[in-house]
């Protein structure tokens, strides 16, 4: 019942993600209560730094490839490096900050909620929108591969629920060797294809179709070194007050950091390409290449569990672990199948947003 500006609560059960709620004498559980006007100042600083994590990414990323073109670098090592990295900036910076302020279980939460996030989500209402997605470039060769085994080394890097420097770096080496091998990898046939790509983070606004070998070396102006600037601070400053939310919105409503971070966070950070591929889907361009969905995966798995993990072992939470992990190896399963079958079509995607339905559900003890 709401008494003032309170909403007090009874524990029917265990908390989601929590501890044990303390019980009274007989054996009751307490009540506790919950501060309304703090739990919606909160809720608006996790709004509005989600917000400026993802527009920071955004300026960061398309400052430093017109930088990185205009000083001659080649549009494949720009896109491999710059683009390609940076579209997991916000995971990845506000993981760093997670591990800094002492809530490590938060990085494995986000990686793994994000991965699940971009195939069952994403890929999903895709799927359903467009009624069948079709896979233009082959992916089976280097693409399925490398998804396949950074999952099953995350899933055996989780196995004791924690993550070492050890294990951390080994990951950051693994990466290495795809980053180097994506580098020197000469796929003249691909690059001669013509590829409509599912929007990443710096063409979220635009469906774009890009033809490799056509960039000009751009002019630099005042603006993108002043975006360079606003983007690493929007990063910086997105990152520090979303964990600050996060943490307080956990102890307000007695929710566990991790569950809101495998949920809110990641879904968040994946709710401008979800909107930009729904407007593709709706202007019937099925033909969608899935290799940013493999490429963030892989980051995600590697780099931001890994670098964190260099500063302070991590903490799988058991919502997470129990939830969270089957959940994403089902999803990479699913899309792996689908990868090789060169179709996703409505009635798969239709599965993936009933699986994730189902991942949401069982986090929150729905049923």
Request: glycine share 8%; proline share 3%.
């Amino acid at each position: 019942m709401v008494e003032g500006t309170a909403l007090e609560m009874r524990h029917g059960g265990n908390p989601i993600g929590g501890s044990n709620p303390p019980a009274s004498a007989n054996g009751q559980n307490n009540v506790y209560t919950v501060d309304i006007p703090m739990l919606i100042f909160w809720l608006i600083v996790f709004a509005v730094s989600l917000v400026v994590l993802v527009k920071g990414a955004d300026w960061l990323i398309t400052s430093a490839e017109k930088i990185g073109l205009s000083m001659g670098l080649s549009p494949f090592i720009v896109g491999v490096t710059i683009v390609g990295i940076g579209t997991s900036f916000p995971e990845l910076i506000s993981s760093l900050v997670a591990v800094f302020k002492g809530v490590s279980e938060v990085v494995a939460a986000n990686a793994i909620g994000s991965n699940i996030a971009n195939i069952l989500l994403i890929i999903g209402v895709s799927a359903v929108v467009a009624r069948r997605l079709v896979v233009t470039k082959s992916l089976i060769d280097i693409d399925l591969p490398l998804l396949a085994a950074s999952t099953v080394l995350l899933l055996g890097v989780v196995w004791d629920k924690q993550i070492t420097f050890g294990e951390s770096l080994l990951m950051m080496v693994v990466y290495g060797i795809y980053l180097l091998y994506t580098i020197l990898h000469d796929d003249s046939e691909d690059s001669r294809e013509m590829k409509e790509m599912l929007p990443s983070r710096q063409d979220r606004r635009k469906h774009m179709v890009l033809e490799a070998g056509e960039v000009a070396r751009p002019a630099l102006t005042v603006n993108d070194f002043v975006f360079l600037a606003a983007g690493i601070l929007g990063l910086v400053l997105g990152a520090k007050y979303l964990i600050d939310a996060l943490v307080h919105l956990s102890a307000i409503l007695n929710i566990g950091a991790g569950v809101i971070a495998i949920t809110a966070v990641a879904v968040g950070t994946s709710l401008p390409e979800l909107l930009v591929s729904v407007k593709a889907a709706f202007q019937k361009k099925s033909e969608v290449a899935l290799g940013n969905i493999f490429g963030s995966n892989v980051f995600n798995a590697l780099v931001v569990i890994g670098l964190p993990g260099l500063f302070g072992t991590l903490a799988v939470d058991a919502q997470t672990f129990a939830i969270g992990v089957p959940t994403m190896a089902l999803a990479t399963l699913l899309f792996i199948i689908s990868g090789i079958s060169r179709r996703i079509h409505l009635w798969e995607g239709a599965f993936f947003l009933a699986v994730y339905v189902l991942f949401i559900a069982k986090l929150f003890n729905w049923f």
